[in-house]
């Protein structure tokens, strides 16, 4: 099992530029959330979907979009990447009604220029 | 509102010793779970311990246990005989059984020390 797969690892943009952050989990869960992680502020949730074809705003979902494509597929979209966007990213699934915690991607670190 | 506050940004223990870290949060909801992760340098988040709420008796993971003050929406760690290996960030995190929302504290640095 591969769990939650996020691309892509590492990418910088200029100010201005979109981009989408793939993520996809292969556990069957109905939950996926994303996350951003900066020093000091631990991960604040931006979006999350409960179900396939449900969306809710997190605590800071200004300037991303999200799509929830189908029950394994999850994306963040950035799209006019500004500098207070540089970060790490997150994303999670997990299933409360399995009692399954969550489980996370590798991350991605984005620099915004 | 559901809120997490974790209010050590920093700790620090020798090894062998026994180290506590502090947690408290917010619900309306009255099912959830509560969870410590664990983050290391590698930025990997690993599960520490879960704790469901209608439960009263408190969870255990080995090193690992909580002290679960439901009344007083508290949820401390408690890591027994410290190890190198528990040198990370650790995190605090509730989960609604109704939304599925999936927040998190502000973490806890824990540096352990020979």
């Known amino acids: 099992n591969a769990g939650v797969t996020q691309t892509p690892k590492f990418q910088v943009l200029k100010t201005g530029q979109s981009m989408t952050l793939q993520c996809a989990q292969d556990m069957n869960h109905n939950s996926m959330y994303w996350y951003r992680q900066d020093p000091g502020m631990g991960l604040r949730l931006i979006y999350y979907?409960?179900?396939?074809?449900?969306?809710d705003k997190g605590e800071v979902p200004n300037g991303y979009n999200v799509s929830r494509l189908n029950k394994r597929e999850f994306s963040l979209r950035l799209e006019s990447a500004a500098p207070s966007q540089t970060s790490v990213y997150f994303c999670?699934?997990?299933?409360?009604?399995?009692?399954?915690?969550?489980?996370f991607g590798q991350g991605t670190r984005l620099t915004v220029v | 509102a559901q809120t997490v506050t974790q209010s050590q940004p920093e700790m620090s223990v020798q090894e062998a010793e026994t180290v506590t870290l502090s947690c408290t949060y917010d619900?309306?909801?009255?099912?959830?779970?509560l969870f410590w992760y664990k983050q290391p340098p590698s930025r990997q988040m690993i599960l520490v311990i879960r704790?469901?709420?209608?439960?009263?008796q408190n969870a255990t993971e080995n090193r690992f246990s909580v002290n679960f003050q439901k009344a007083a929406k508290s949820f401390s760690l408690k890591i027994s005989d410290s190890q190198l290996g528990d040198t990370a960030m650790y995190f605090c995190?509730?989960?609604?059984?109704?939304?599925?929302?999936?927040?998190f504290g502000t973490g806890t640095r824990l540096q352990v020390f020979p």
């Open positions: 704790q469901e709420a209608y439960k009263q």
């Open positions: 999670a699934s997990s299933d409360v009604r399995r009692n399954t915690e969550a489980f």
């Open positions: 619900t309306s909801e009255s099912n959830y779970y």
């Open positions: 995190a509730s989960i609604s059984y109704n939304t599925d929302k999936l927040i």
């Open positions: 979907s409960a179900s396939e074809g449900t969306t």
